[in-house]
């Protein structure tokens, strides 16, 4: 088992992505001898890994398909307490996502709520598992996650009224009002998350023609450049190009906004609601594809379980980031590779970054199985201290055994960027 398996993988052409070679998933794809880029095709999304909408097989012998090679030994290939805990297969799904209009407003499923789901509607909700994620910004990318301060929201009610604030309900609008003029203490915690709550539910459950009445009203409104305003007025109006009279536009005035640079990275976990707007980002989640939708699709909504399912946690959007972190292994802290170790069991991601000619990092993992993409550069993976070194370029994804230490290098005349999903534990 001690080798590292190159893989290929599915693209999905999904509405929302970019189009032909500006997508980052199509210049991954480009590696893949099998793939013919059509430039007039949207590339979404790249798999990687064993869920059986998007299996991952073996480049030199497609017949054979990652998760038949995890059950031949699984135990050697994720590790004894992987293979117990997770029912012998890969715990995460690990993803390139090229994003050029927004996607739904959504969120994932807990793993109770994801059972009783799958239970009462398979066809809808395709497995039993939940969905905690954490994207890393490719490019400069933009997102909504999580519900802003109340404060913050009382105050987009507050000025965009009424094309806002008669959406949510004259009592919440009221009391949001107070929140804005006298703080936010004259309510309990458990006031300010009921009156979020009445007040998101209030606006997502408002039927299309009021909704579509309210969105003129918004686009319509007189709001100068000068204003502080501007700039999610401005987001409302291009949104609307993209989703006409979607309630979702309004959506922006409860959640974050978050924009990341190419490294930056931030979670979402079950329950919370939460949107990708535009850019490329590598993306890791528990090996699931429950998604609860609200807006902003042409897919199938769910508005009473995700306005139910919600936490109503609310505040900042830097709370939602996700720090690099040093990575020890062997005991000493690499050179070139810095982690992002979300809040779970199922995935942590490892990026390693050699940013020059000839240079090297030996990696060891502590156990568990892994996927890599190299997403920049060219170089080669190996076994450490193997003579077998892989050619390794942009857009090559590979798996990496239970227990395998390996080795990037970069090439004599280029840099190596690489993102290693595992699980350890």
């Not at 790249?46 to 135990?75: E, F, Y």
């Not at 980031?321 to 979300?342: A, R």
């Not at 995935?347 to 020059?356: E, G, I, R």
Request: charged share 20%; aromatic share 10%; hydrophobic share 35%.
């Amino acid at each position: 088992m001690n080798k590292i398996h190159r893989l290929s993988c599915v693209p999905n052409n999904y509405h929302w992505g970019k189009l032909g070679s500006e997508s980052k998933v199509a210049q991954f794809m480009a590696t893949d001898p099998s793939f013919k880029l059509d430039e007039k095709l949207s590339y979404a999304e790249l798999w990687m890994g064993t869920h059986k909408s998007g299996m991952s097989v073996l480049n030199n012998d497609r017949n054979v398909s990652l998760a038949a090679l995890i059950s031949q030994n699984p135990t050697a290939y994720l590790g004894d307490k992987v293979a117990q805990k997770y029912n012998n297969d890969l715990p995460f799904l690990f993803k390139i996502l090229s994003i050029k209009t927004a996607l739904s407003i959504q969120a994932h499923p807990n793993k109770k709520l994801a059972e009783q789901l799958h239970a009462e509607r398979p066809s809808v909700y395709k497995d039993p598992n939940h969905k905690p994620e954490m994207s890393i910004a490719l490019t400069d990318f933009e997102a909504l996650s999580g519900f802003r301060p109340l404060e913050e929201i009382a105050k987009f009610v507050g000025f965009f009224s009424p094309e806002l604030s008669s959406l949510v309900g004259k009592d919440n609008a009221n009391h949001l009002n107070t929140i804005a003029t006298s703080g936010i203490s004259s309510f309990s915690l458990d006031q300010q998350k009921q009156i979020l709550k009445d007040s998101f539910s209030s606006l997502m459950k408002t039927d299309p023609e009021t909704v579509a009445s309210h969105i003129k009203l918004l686009l319509d409104k007189d709001v100068p450049q000068t204003s502080e305003f501007y700039s999610i007025w401005k987001l409302a109006h291009r949104l609307n190009t993209q989703y006409p009279d979607d309630i979702g536009v309004f959506c922006i005035f409860f959640l974050n906004i978050i924009h990341l640079s190419p490294g930056q990275a931030f979670f979402m976990g079950a329950d919370e609601p939460h949107a990708y707007i535009y850019g490329d980002c590598v993306e890791c989640m528990a090996s699931s594809d429950n998604v609860v939708r609200a807006g902003l699709t042409p897919k199938y909504r769910d508005v009473d379980v995700l306005v139910d399912m919600l936490t109503y946690q609310y505040g900042p959007g830097s709370d939602k980031l996700t720090k690099e972190v040093q990575f020890i292994s062997n005991g000493s802290p690499l050179t070139y590779s810095t982690l992002y170790n979300p809040p779970i069991e199922e995935f942590s991601v490892l990026k390693t970054d050699l940013p020059s000619s000839n240079l090297s990092e030996n990696i060891n993992l502590n156990g568990g199985p892994a996927i890599a993409i190299i997403v920049d550069g060219s170089g080669t993976i190996s076994v450490t201290g193997s003579n077998d070194h892989i050619p390794a370029s942009k857009g090559n994804v590979f798996f990496i055994p239970n227990n395998v230490q390996f080795s990037f290098t970069s090439s004599s005349s280029s840099n190596l960027l690489a993102y290693t999903a595992f699980c350890s534990i």
